[in-house]
């Protein structure tokens, strides 16, 4: 009985178990997510040995006496004072005093920002009117406009959200202003050929483009705002975290002054963290390397 021939068209031959798998699309993007998540656990473990090591030479200067107690306490003592400070619920309420600062300062930041930098990028004739003057304004420092804001508005609320609004307004009026400015002109020219309106070229073609440059001057509004905040409960409050490093320090209790740091850079790393997984979910469907 013969054998019937196998036809050329039929089911190819399974892979040889030791042969490499063929190169897709798929195995491309999970391989780039791979090496991106190994190289993220890298870059975690090598950020851990120098703080450990401040943590370590701090602990060293509180045992061997190179510096008084009274002028850097032992860390365990400060960490007994931060615990107190939540216990209690004092730090939490001064905390959330100054998150609603930061983040209705911020929202006026931000809402002017994306409004003013929208308007340079889109528009050469207001930008070549406005950006001197933006210019100018945007390199004096916060404090520079605390002695004039008091004259105006006062030290109530209104003078810490300004100064606060503005610290978060020139980051992000920059980055949106440039990120539309550097939108592709391959994008615009295939969307006119496309035939798309203006304002399904903003829709479709400016704004995603410039997605990740807008979203990195808020990332650096934020970040600003919340130092802005910090700088003028320092100066002029009566609450807030700020206030509370001024208080320890009048009281000359140096643990509380470094328990209150040490919650502003808790804070200060948490929200830059939520911004960065609230960009990595906003910019998800950018393929991986791009």
Known sequence: MAIPALNAA??????????????????????????????????????????????????????????????????????????????????????RISMVRVFAGFGIGLSLGLLLGGAMGLSPTFRDYVFPL????????????LPL????????EALKFLLIAKAALVPVAINTCQGIQNVPNRLVEVARVYGFTR?????KVVFPAATAPIWNG??????????????????????????????????????VVLAA?????????????????????LLRWRKPGL
Not at 137 to 143: A, H, K
Not at 149 to 156: F, P, S, T, W
């Open 134 to 145: 933006f210019k100018a304004f945007s390199q004096v420092p916060v404090i520079g406009w």
């Open 149 to 156: 804001l008091i004259l105006v508005v006062g030290i109530d």
């Open 10 to 95: 039929g089911p190819a031959s399974p892979t040889h178990p030791l042969e490499p798998l063929p190169d897709t699309p798929a195995r491309r993007v999970a391989a780039a997510r791979t090496k991106a998540s190994w190289s993220w656990a890298g870059r975690s473990l090598w950020a851990w040995p120098f703080p450990l090591a401040v943590l370590a030479l701090w602990q060293l200067s509180a045992v061997w006496g190179w510096v008084p107690e009274q002028v850097l306490p032992p860390p365990a003592a400060v960490f007994k004072v931060f615990g107190e400070l939540l216990a209690s619920g004092e730090l939490w309420d001064h905390l």
């Open 261 to 281: 740091v040490l919650a502003v850079g808790i804070v200060g790393f948490v929200i830059d963290k939520l911004l960065a997984v609230s960009e990595a979910w």
């Open 218 to 255: 808020v990332r650096y509004g934020l970040t600003h705002a919340w130092l802005a905040l910090v700088v003028v409960e320092l100066l002029a409050s009566s609450e807030g975290i700020g206030f509370l490093i001024v208080y320890g320090r009048q009281l000359f209790q140096l643990d």
């Open 199 to 203: 304002w399904q070229m903003l829709r």
